[in-house]
């Protein structure tokens, strides 16, 4: 089922630098690229995403930059915070499949003080 | 209300048990998801119903058998599972099928098999 590749695993950053995490997929089909962030014993949440015809989004800290041509998108968090703890996600959407969301392999991420 | 409701959050059952989890929303959403997420893996999906009809059957076993018995439930029906099928079981909805809208996500029922 997994059809997106996501690096790193694991991602230590210190408080108020920059975590930057990467995504690559494979089926051109794909026409809407979500993150999840998802803290221990809780469900995933919606973080921040983006459609393929556009190459960046920017909500707050967050920012997504997509490049189509290349399959790939990233999402950086830009001063990171303890808070920002937690396990991110990137996933894709295939609308035409009956809205088929599959997640990314997973980046734990942990923003020491 | 953005909320998916989930019960039980804890649920522990022998493998000859039958057990359901429910899975509730109000926010109008005509699309539910069951997802099974493994310790440290991500949540891999297992069915989608669209306006209450089944349409996303990712080859679950048959021990596990969904149920949308209304636009704002979801059930999962479990018999006869195996220690294997311990993880947190997570139920989402989204507004619609064909629609790039946000999927909320329950809080998730953990399940032992004993």
């Known amino acids: 089922q997994q059809q997106v590749k996501q690096s790193p695993q694991s991602l230590i950053v210190q408080k108020g630098g920059i975590s930057i995490i990467n995504c690559a997929y494979e089926n051109t089909a794909f026409d809407y690229f979500p993150w999840y962030q998802q803290f221990p014993g809780k469900g995933p949440a919606l973080l921040i995403a983006i459609r393929p015809d556009v190459s960046e989004k920017k909500e707050g800290r967050f920012t997504i930059s997509f490049n189509k041509s290349a399959k790939q998108f990233s999402l950086h968090i830009m001063d990171s915070q303890p808070g920002d703890s937690a396990t991110y996600f990137c996933a894709d959407i295939l609308t035409g499949g009956g809205n088929k969301l599959t997640f990314g392999t997973g980046t734990q991420l942990k923003v020491e003080l | 209300d953005t909320e998916v409701t989930q019960t039980p959050k804890h649920l522990v059952m022998g493998m000859t048990n039958k057990k359901s989890l429910k899975c509730e929303q109000h926010?109008?959403?005509?699309?539910m998801y069951w997802y099974k997420q493994k310790a440290k893996k991500p949540p891999e999906l297992m069915f989608v119903?669209?306006?209450?009809?089944?349409?996303i059957n990712e080859s679950v076993p048959s021990r596990f058998s969904p149920e949308c018995p209304n636009s704002s439930l979801l059930n999962l029906h479990l018999h006869a599972l195996q220690p294997e099928d311990s993880a947190l079981y997570l139920c989402?909805?989204?507004?619609?099928?064909?629609?790039?809208?946000?999927?909320?996500f329950g809080q998730g029922t953990r399940l032992t098999v004993v």
């Open positions: 119903y669209s306006y209450e009809k089944l349409s």
């Open positions: 926010m109008g959403h005509r699309a």
């Open positions: 989402a909805s989204s507004q619609g099928p064909r629609m790039n809208t946000e999927a909320f």
